[in-house]
Structure formats: structure tokens, C-alpha cells
């Protein structure tokens, strides 16, 4: 006991790190992918600020290529901190502006039906909506799903989404991101470059990315790296403060919306140390002493990771063969 702090998760040497990382996405690029360079959707957060600052490292400026992939209800500032990044660390951008595709899937139009099931008004012209899930630190939780919606009048009220409007709304709404990493592909098989997944070891460990959109990379540099430590490594290498200290958000539905509220249920720093804590056998009355609540809060959020893990295995895994491929097998 009092040996687990906010400190485990403290890089001793985060340029050392960073040199270690550009070295290994470098050789797995070149020798692994036998690409030439590296392209980065970039979000304007954290996740894709740091992989592209050791792209940057790893290859050089010349040989990166960032991408903006807007659509009908980005953030105007995730354009602002991407093209501020880009300026950074000298790469060459482009802007696909993906909101007529999303209209041509009819993205919006299924998300606005899925939503009018429990809000028939709706409409997202002249309304905003978002998913939230209650916070794990309520004592009387219930994990069920609300879509929040913004009327016209600037009034709001949030509601439980039925299982079927919910799985519409995500199924829509996951279009998105499918439709990024679509374009990634476009740019990077035209440059003969990999395409770099941002996901870092809380995303990829809790299953929080779609399956053929930003699950799916050529390589994923910080996948192993906590929030906190990715945070922590952007600062050392120079990612614009306006960045480093903007708080996570989705960017995906016309609210605004941080993860906690639509994927964790708590806030990064928060579930980095749990996560931390449950992957090293640390004792849930330990960790309550750390975070100021109590043991059963803790337990609660050692369950909650568990359940992610299972409901979102699948995520993980590729196509599935019924049958070896002997002269194809690794």
C-alpha cells in the first residue's frame, strides 16, 4: 500500500521515448510496409498532434502528409489548431470536406430518424443533439444512453435512446469515420505512403473507435501510451500549447462533446490511472485513496473496463478465416 500515486504514469525522459517511437514507426513504414512516407488525418487534437510530431520525427516534413476531413458539424476550431499544427512542423495539408459524401450516404438524414424516435421534432437544420451515458461516479448509475437535443430556442432535454434508435444513430454516425479513413487511403496509395492510426492506449485498450473507419491503420505509433503520457509527449515536442491544452472532445455530433460523456463516463485523467491501476493488479481501496472516492466507485470502473473489453473483442480482430491459407500464413 501507498506506493500507487498520480505519478506512475510520469515519463522519466519523454524525448527519449519520442527518439525510441520515431525509430520504430520509421522502420515499420519503410521495412515492414515498404511505404515511403506517412499520412495523418489530423483532428486538431491531442491523439493525431502527437503522431504527427514523430511522423515529423521519423521522416521528415517532406515526407508527411496531414489531412483535414471536415464535415457539416466539425468544430471550426479543429481546423484552426489542425492548420496551427501543420504550420508547426511544416507539412504539406489538404482539406476534404466530407459533408457532401456524408449527404449522399444519407449520414444526417439516418441520424436525424434515429433520433426523431424518442424527439419527433427534430430536425438537424435548426436543431443539435449528442449521445451521453451517466457518469460511473453516480452511486445509482444506470448505463443506459441519452441523446441530449438543443431546440432552436436554445432550450434542451436529453431522453433514453431505445437499444434499436441508438444502434441507428451510431450506425449512422460511424459513416464518418469511415469515410476518413477512405480518403487516408485515397492520399496515402497515390503517395505510396502508410497511413498513421492515432488511437491511444485507453481508445484502443476500451474499444472506442469504428471498425473499418479509425480502427483501421496501417500502423498505430501510441497505442501503448496512456492519455496522460500522450499529453505529456506532445508538449516535449514542441505541439502548440493551444493544443496541449484543449480537452478531448468527439467532434462528431452538433453538440458539443467531451468523451467522458459519450464513451468512458469519466474523465481521461481519471480513467488513465484506473486503467493503469486495473492492468497492474493495484487494489481498488488504493486507488480511492489517489482519486478522493470511495473503494466501490473504483470497483465499479474496474467492471466497467472489463465490459468494454468483452462487448468490443470484436473491434480487434480481422476477417476471420473458416480455413488455414497455409501459403499466406505469417
Known amino acids: 500500500m501507498g506506493t500507487f ?119 438537424s437544420a435548426t436543431w443539435k443533439s449528442k449521445i451521453v451515458i451517466p457518469s460511473l461516479l453516480e452511486e445509482s448509475r444506470l448505463s443506459i444512453s441519452r441523446v441530449t437535443v438543443e431546440r432552436p430556442d436554445g432550450t434542451q432535454e436529453s431522453a433514453p435512446l431505445p437499444l434499436k434508435a441508438y444502434l441507428k444513430l451510431v450506425a449512422a454516425t460511424n459513416f464518418k469515420q469511415r469515410l476518413r479513413t477512405t480518403l487516408e487511403y485515397y492520399h496515402a496509395d497515390r503517395l505510396n505512403y502508410a497511413v498513421v492510426g492515432t488511437p491511444n492506449r485507453l481508445e484502443y485498450d476500451q474499444g ?48 458539443p462533446q467531451g468523451q467522458d460523456e459519450f464513451y468512458y463516463a469519466l474523465p481521461y485523467p481519471e480513467m488513465d490511472l484506473c486503467l493503469y491501476a486495473h492492468n497492474h493488479g493495484v487494489a481498488a481501496a488504493e486507488v480511492a485513496a489517489v482519486m478522493g472516492v470511495s473503494a466501490d466507485t473504483v470497483e465499479r470502473v474496474f467492471k466497467d473496463i472489463d465490459a468494454k473489453r468483452r462487448a468490443t473483442r470484436p473491434l480487434h480482430l480481422t476477417g476471420l478465416l473458416l480455413e488455414a491459407v497455409p501459403e499466406i500464413s505469417k
Request: negative net charge; proline residues 4%; charged residues 20%.
Open 5 to 123: 500515486s498520480r505519478d506512475v504514469l510520469t515519463l522519466a525522459d519523454p524525448i527519449a521515448v519520442a527518439d525510441a517511437l520515431a525509430q520504430s514507426l520509421r522502420n515499420a513504414a519503410s521495412q515492414t510496409l515498404r511505404r515511403r512516407g506517412l499520412v495523418v488525418g489530423i483532428s486538431g487534437g491531442i491523439d493525431s498532434a502527437l503522431c504527427t510530431a514523430l511522423a515529423v520525427r521519423a521522416f521528415g516534413a517532406s515526407k508527411v502528409f496531414g489531412l483535414f476531413l471536415p464535415e457539416r458539424v466539425s468544430s471550426s476550431e479543429s481546423l484552426t489548431y489542425g492548420r496551427l499544427l501543420a504550420e508547426k512542423f511544416g507539412i504539406e495539408t489538404a482539406v476534404e470536406d466530407l459533408a457532401p459524401a456524408l449527404t449522399a450516404l444519407g449520414c444526417y438524414a439516418r441520424q436525424d430518424e434515429a433520433i426523431r424516435e424518442v424527439f419527433p421534432l427534430y430536425d
Open 208 to 255: 472506442f473507435f469504428v471498425k473499418g473507419g479509425d480502427g483501421l491503420a496501417d500502423v498505430k505509433p501510441i497505442a501503448h501510451l496512456y492519455k496522460t503520457q500522450v499529453y505529456a509527449l506532445a508538449r516535449a515536442l514542441g505541439v502548440p500549447d493551444e493544443i496541449c491544452n484543449r480537452a478531448p472532445t468527439t467532434d462528431t455530433f452538433s453538440l
